[in-house]
């Protein structure tokens, strides 16, 4: 006898809210979130429910938006970029207790290089995150911040 997967379709649910003049390139796993004005998705991307992208804002391809994670206008989310909402706080993976993840906020013209991964945090506005960058703590002094963990190279010129 042989044993056969169950197979989910891939795509955008209807649960999906799109501002106005949003490109998607396919094949992307949108459901249950808020994309703004203007912004674009890349290929093979998932963002699951209750994500929120603001406007004008740009996600490459290869990343991964996962629950509790807010991220604001004219941002750039870069090629392959990981965001994390269980920190596996008991030492293992939350196993569904969704009570134990953590949410994670982007402010405004923000931009997080390709293979980044960020932990939940909040991340103020004006900030620039270095490709391979992990982010382990809240960020509240705009400037360019980079390493594992991530930490600031040099501020931000209007400061």
């Given at each position: 006898m042989e044993n056969k997967p169950r197979i989910y379709d891939y795509g955008i649910r209807e649960d999906v809210?799109?501002?106005?003049?949003?490109?998607?390139?396919?094949p992307v796993n949108l459901y249950?979130?808020?994309?703004?004005?203007?912004s674009f998705i890349?290929?093979?991307t998932e963002i699951q429910k209750d994500v929120a992208i603001g406007d004008r804002t740009k996600v490459q391809s290869h990343t991964f938006i996962?629950?509790?994670v807010t991220i604001g206008?004219?941002?750039?989310?870069?090629?392959?970029?990981?965001?994390?909402?269980?920190?596996?706080?008991?030492?293992g993976p939350a196993a569904g207790d969704?009570?134990?993840?953590?949410?994670?906020?982007?402010?405004?013209?923000?931009?997080?290089?390709?293979?980044?991964?960020?932990?939940?945090?909040?991340i103020c506005d004006h900030v620039v995150i270095?490709?391979?960058?992990?982010?382990?703590?809240?960020?509240?002094?705009?400037?360019?911040?980079?390493?594992n963990p991530a930490r600031l190279m040099r501020r931000h010129p209007k400061q």
């Open positions: 809210v799109f501002g106005k003049d949003v490109r998607v390139i396919q249950g979130c808020k994309v703004g004005d203007n890349g290929p093979f996962c629950e509790l206008n004219d941002c750039f989310i870069g090629h392959g970029v990981m965001f994390i909402n269980d920190l596996f706080s008991e030492g969704k009570s134990k993840w953590k949410s994670t906020v982007i402010g405004n013209h923000v931009s997080v290089g390709s293979n980044a991964t960020i932990l939940p945090v909040s270095g490709a391979g960058s992990v982010v382990t703590k809240n960020i509240t002094e705009p400037g360019i911040y980079a390493g």
